[in-house]
């Protein structure tokens, strides 16, 4: 191939293509005509030998060729613009939106914080907190650049991530004051009462149901909730129980924390985002913002 003959921008508009799956949406964000932006898909889809964005069912929708190209793209660009290293704007000159994606815990003890301190700092950050689909689905929006920033679990190390542990947490038995199993509290009286699970899954099981069928015991799961912010007013008006992060427990100081009858793993809580944008100065800036508000 004749790399003289490639227009850099024309790859710029692709990326924007494939991010809004849109004609039209990629030309507002581009700030060019929608005619200008289909002309571009004619000459990409030339260009790379493939239809890249075809038709649906009221929408478009990225061809596996597409899919497969956009986090080479994100990374070719990212490295095109560290190359040339643009003069560094100050904080509060930056417009930039980031996506962050995370699960209700931790967006109930860092949303707003680091909504105040953008306020404070670099007003013009926006953020969109993007609803949480598990941290399989995050990392692989990180790799794609669909998500800029993620909190989650994220077991393994990984050459294209990077990966900071936060906090290690560690679960607490919730219920209200004065509930008839907190006397003598132990196993029995633990699974005694139903319990409230969360799932952002709606599944009716957890690990711990695994660990109590190995000792021979079972739990009532009498309400599944999709947020950990639902649970401390549903044990408030109710019997039931609850397995907490402590930190969630720590912010309903009005409950009952019990140490687990049994021992239950804790988990580590990461922040990551692509090797790619490890200069991206809004990026760190919030990375930053969020790692002060979680340890």
Not at 20 to 34: C, F, T
Not at 153 to 182: C, G, K, S
Not at 279 to 289: F, S, T, Y
Request: aromatic share 4%; glycine share 6%; hydrophobic share 45%.
């Amino acid at each position: 191939m004749n790399l003289r003959a490639l227009d850099l921008n024309l790859l710029v508009i692709l990326d924007a293509l494939l991010d809004e799956a849109h004609v039209s949406r990629a030309a507002d964000r581009l700030g060019l005509s929608q005619p200008a932006a289909s002309a571009a898909l004619q000459r990409c889809r030339h260009l790379f030998r493939d239809e890249l964005l075809g038709r649906g069912r009221g929408t478009m929708r990225l061809t596996a060729k597409a899919q497969a190209l956009r986090a080479p793209l994100k990374s070719l660009l990212a490295g095109v613009t560290d190359l040339v290293d643009p003069p560094e704007l100050p904080l509060d000159q930056i417009r930039q939106c980031l996506r962050i994606s995370m699960a209700d815990y931790p967006a109930l003890f860092v949303t707003g914080p680091l909504q105040r301190a953008l306020t404070e700092t670099a007003r013009g950050i926006d953020l969109v907190i993007q609803p949480w689909h598990g941290a399989g689905a995050a990392k692989a929006a990180l790799m794609d650049g669909s998500t800029d920033i993620a909190i989650s679990v994220f077991p393994d190390d990984d050459a294209d991530i990077q990966r900071d542990e936060l906090l290690t947490e560690h679960y607490v038995i919730a219920l209200r004051p004065n509930h008839p199993a907190t006397p003598g509290f132990d196993l029995d009286r633990w699974l005694a009462w139903p319990h409230i699970l969360v799932s952002g899954r709606g599944e009716a099981h957890s690990s711990l149901d695994a660990e109590l069928a190995r000792l021979g015991r079972s739990r009532r799961v009498g309400l599944v909730v999709p947020s950990f912010g639902m649970v401390p007013d549903l044990l408030r008006g109710s019997d039931m129980i609850a397995m907490l992060p402590s930190r969630v427990m720590a912010a309903a100081s009005d409950l009952v924390a019990l140490p687990t009858p049994i021992p239950v793993a804790g988990f580590p809580l990461h922040l990551a985002w692509h090797r790619r944008r490890s200069k991206d100065r809004a990026l760190q800036h919030v990375a930053v913002i969020l790692t002060e508000a979680l340890t």
